[in-house]
């Protein structure tokens, strides 16, 4: 049977790849950056394609692409996928608007609601995008709202009738438009 192959790598490129495959945060380029060390140990393809649960092929397109471009080899290439509805500047305008007031766009709630902001958006941009995404892009730049509850001091008297009487005209108004 004939020997493998092996890569020949100098201690620059060893430490390069090393390096490489400690910074980065995805599986599929650390299984490459392993598959082209274990290589220069001598390893067959079929070995590190055993130990890295790949296909051989695999390992064989690794050494290809690193012969080819280097350690840039193991970056993954830009996958191709929908466009965002939401541009850089409809984010930026989100999250500068969901530290104002909603009273200054026209509302009558003291807080933004989800629902509030998606409206304000289609308004303002003509995007129309879920409350769920909004909630991802407020929680990704660390804005979190609890909604306050209104609570009356005073279980019964005036300041529970003020409570009470609040929220029956903020609805009607609310459905007024």
């Avoid at 999250?95 to 509030?116: E, Y």
């Avoid at 209104?150 to 279980?155: I, Q, S």
Wanted: aromatic fraction near 8%; proline fraction near 3%.
């Amino acid at each position: 049977m004939a020997r493998p192959k092996i890569l020949e790598l100098d201690r620059r490129e060893i430490e390069a790849i090393r390096e490489f495959a400690t910074a980065t945060r995805s599986v599929r380029e650390y299984k490459r950056a392993q598959a082209i060390l274990y290589k220069a140990r001598g390893m067959t393809s079929e070995q590190i394609a055993q130990l890295l649960g790949v296909n051989w092929s695999t390992v064989q397109r690794c050494l290809a692409r690193y012969k080819k471009y280097g350690v840039a080899g193991f970056k993954d290439k830009a996958r191709p996928g929908r466009k965002p509805k939401l541009t850089r500047e409809g984010k930026e305008k989100l999250l500068k608007t969901v530290l104002k007031n909603p009273r200054l766009f026209g509302f009558l709630k003291n807080n933004w609601s989800l629902g509030m902001l998606r409206l304000y958006l289609k308004k303002e941009t003509g995007i129309d995008i879920s409350e769920v995404h909004i909630w991802r892009l407020l929680h990704k730049h660390g804005i979190v709202y609890k909604r306050p509850k209104l609570v009356a001091l005073e279980k019964r008297g005036k300041g529970a009738e003020k409570v009470e009487n609040y929220k029956r005209i903020a609805r009607a108004l609310q459905k007024k438009g």
